[in-house]
């Protein structure tokens, strides 16, 4: 006898605790958006687990209606690794900042994004520390003059999809929290892949980052300066759709779609490319040199980590039993102190 599920709607994703980011803030779109998404997924309250590390980002699993983990510093892909792989049944989110994930957080983020774990990364880029009050992140643009770097950043900043595409990463797409409708869409595509889904989202800190995006979410001149990633679609963009990206050997190009040159001759939008090689040329596509592609660089399926280590466990009790584990703990070499 099957079981019917009740309709789930967006409010039953909202917890009862007062939102406490800034007034303004970014992160009050993505939330939105995701308890929007969640209902879709046909999965029961009680099957998702949200698991965040520290940042503004990390406050999030407060806000869902839903298990959380509010874990430590950059490892909250470690801590939805040993929860996925004992509850593969789960439906898990790791939500994390550019800092988060990207300093103190790095390793942790390669390695899970390389095993295929299958989870969603979330990651909130503001190009700031916003929690501890405006130091320079990451991600920050060279020259970025903050409360840590008063002459102006000297780092080489690090580009989040190129970062997740050098791992290998299965799907892979950027959003901004601006385009909400664009964002729900691609929050949900995130959620429907079987693997580990990284989703870098523009997120603009009002406080002490105000306009790091605003090339791009500005209506005056966003559609000159982005460009949306549609599968088996050419690269086009601008106001009047009259520009496109085409290749110049190995090089992407900037052109005018002015008659000589048309639709056929621009690059044409593959997410499903095996190789990782065209998705990382698209990660670097950057304002103001060339406009920034939005949307899914690549969706790829590979076997999932959880899958294959609790294959692994399944085949050792088929072949030696369940195991004890008292008899474990006294086999091989032990003795006593007395």
Same mark, same amino acid.
């Given at each position: 006898?099957?079981?019917?599920?009740?309709?789930?709607?967006?409010?039953?994703?909202?917890?009862?605790?007062?939102?406490?980011?800034?007034?303004?803030?970014?992160?009050?779109?993505?939330?939105?958006?995701?308890?929007?998404?969640?209902?879709?997924?046909?999965?029961?309250?009680?099957?998702?687990?949200?698991?965040?590390?520290?940042?503004?980002?990390?406050?999030?699993?407060?806000?869902?209606?839903?298990?959380?983990?509010?874990?430590?510093?950059?490892?909250?892909?470690?801590?939805?690794?040993?929860?996925?792989?004992?509850?593969?049944?789960?439906?898990?989110?790791?939500?994390?900042?550019? /800092?988060?994930? !990207?300093?103190? +957080?790095? &390793? @942790?983020?390669?390695?899970?994004?390389?095993?295929? *774990?299958?989870?969603?990364? =979330?990651?909130?880029?503001?190009?700031?520390?916003?929690?501890?009050?405006?130091?320079?992140?990451?991600?920050?643009?060279?020259?970025?003059?903050?409360?840590?770097?008063?002459?102006?950043?000297?780092?080489?900043?690090?580009?989040?999809?190129?970062?997740?595409?050098?791992?290998?990463?299965?799907?892979?797409?950027?959003?901004?929290?601006?385009?909400?409708?664009?964002?729900?869409?691609?929050?949900?595509?995130?959620?429907?892949?079987?693997?580990?889904?990284?989703?870098?989202?523009?997120?603009?800190?009002?406080?002490?980052?105000?306009?790091?995006?605003?090339?791009?979410?500005?209506?005056?001149?966003?559609?000159?300066?982005?460009?949306?990633?549609?599968? /088996?679609?050419? !690269?086009?963009? +601008?106001? &009047? @759709?009259?520009?496109?990206?085409?290749?110049?050997? *190995?090089?992407?190009?900037? =052109?005018?779609?002015?008659?000589?040159?048309?639709?056929?001759?621009?690059?044409?939008?593959?997410?499903?490319?095996?190789?990782?090689?065209?998705?990382?040329?698209?990660?670097?596509?950057?304002?103001?040199?060339?406009?920034?592609?939005?949307?899914?660089?690549?969706?790829?399926?590979?076997?999932?980590?959880?899958?294959?280590?609790?294959?692994?466990?399944?085949?050792?009790?088929?072949?030696?039993?369940?195991?004890?584990?008292?008899?474990?703990?006294?086999?091989?070499?032990?003795?006593?102190?007395?």
């Amino acid at each position: 006898m099957s079981t019917i599920l009740p309709l789930l709607t967006a409010n039953d994703f909202a917890s009862d605790q007062e939102v406490r980011w800034c007034p303004g803030c970014g992160d009050y779109s993505i939330l939105k958006q995701m308890q929007k998404v969640m209902p879709t997924l046909g999965v029961p309250l009680e099957n998702v687990v949200f698991v965040s590390g520290i940042g503004c980002s990390s406050r999030f699993p407060y806000y869902m209606n839903t298990y959380g983990i509010h874990s430590i510093h950059g490892r909250a892909p470690a801590v939805a690794t040993g929860l996925k792989s004992t509850r593969p049944d789960l439906t898990v989110f790791v939500i994390t900042g550019d /800092g988060d994930a !990207l300093s103190i +957080g790095g &390793n @942790h983020f390669l390695h899970v994004i390389r095993r295929n *774990l299958d989870i969603n990364i =979330v990651l909130f880029n503001n190009r700031i520390y916003g929690l501890t009050k405006g130091q320079y992140s990451p991600t920050s643009s060279e020259g970025h003059v903050t409360k840590s770097t008063p002459r102006g950043s000297i780092d080489h900043p690090l580009n989040p999809i190129s970062v997740a595409l050098a791992a290998e990463a299965t799907f892979v797409a950027r959003s901004i929290d601006f385009n909400t409708k664009h964002l729900e869409q691609t929050l949900q595509r995130a959620a429907a892949h079987k693997g580990t889904s990284f989703v870098e989202v523009y997120q603009n800190c009002n406080v002490f980052n105000d306009g790091a995006w605003e090339y791009a979410t500005d209506k005056s001149v966003k559609d000159d300066n982005v460009i949306e990633l549609v599968h /088996g679609q050419p !690269l086009i963009y +601008g106001k &009047n @759709h009259d520009k496109g990206i085409r290749l110049k050997g *190995l090089v992407p190009e900037t =052109v005018k779609l002015d008659g000589d040159i048309s639709a056929e001759d621009l690059v044409c939008h593959d997410e499903t490319m095996e190789e990782p090689h065209y998705a990382f040329m698209l990660s670097r596509m950057r304002w103001p040199k060339m406009p920034e592609p939005i949307g899914v660089f690549r969706n790829v399926l590979r076997s999932t980590y959880n899958d294959d280590i609790n294959n692994q466990v399944a085949d050792a009790i088929a072949e030696q039993g369940t195991g004890d584990l008292d008899a474990l703990f006294h086999s091989g070499d032990t003795w006593e102190v007395h």
